[in-house]
């Protein structure tokens, strides 16, 4: 469970509210824009009256699904539909909400690239990394780095449906010589973790993965 730091509220649509009776202090759930499920604490009551925002892991949030169908706050129909998009969200076939860092390293005959994606306060920082060959190791020299939204790397991440890559290995393939290796290393949707790579036999999208890592990094190119 992460905090959000702000003192000014924060927007977001009210799904249910897991509280006990009448209380003071009130724990409402809710979405925001990005699709974070969000926990607000309220404590209207004190004085002077405070305001906390969480951001909730999937388990967190089925854990308030299953506090507030026993404070008598959902219906069974409404529970039971909570818990299945829960878990829909969290299957390979669901939708990435957040990111901490995406990693892709690459490796050709000629070149060895890194790409990194890393989830700031209130932007994404998106990095290339050159390696030189220096004696013993490597060193990895920064090439180009920009910023840009969350929601355009999480349109990426959701349309290359990285949360299937999970667990792919692609063997080089029999006959083929050269080619390019890769290994792809993700933190999202709190502490969810994708691993995959291969040589030469890549996951589907991984072009436009690619693609659409090249189109952040240059954005004042035109695209065809």
Known sequence: ?????????YDYTKLFDASKGKTLQREIIGRD????KILHISSAGSTPSADEFYVLEPCEYNDYIEKA?????LSWFRYRKLLAENHDSNSPHGNITSFEIVKLHTIGMRYI???EIVMKESEAEVSKYGNRYSGPEDIRIPEI??????????KLLNDC???????????HPKGVRDGTMFRLEAVVNGSRKIHASG???????YRDFTDGL?????PSEPTE
Do not use: A
């Not at 824009?33 to 974070?36: D, R, V």
């Not at 090249?214 to 240059?218: E, N, P, Q, S």
């Open 33 to 36: 824009e990005f699709g974070n």
């Open 113 to 115: 690239n890194d790409y």
């Open 145 to 154: 780095q920009v910023t840009c939204s969350e929601k355009e790397v999480l």
């Open 214 to 218: 090249y189109r952040l990094l240059h």
């Open 69 to 73: 169908r026993k404070n008598g706050k």
């Open 199 to 205: 040589s030469q036999n890549f996951p589907r999208h």
């Open 161 to 171: 449906k990285l949360l299937s890559w999970d667990g792919f290995y692609g063997k």
């Open 1 to 9: 469970m992460k905090k959000i730091d702000t003192n000014s509220g």
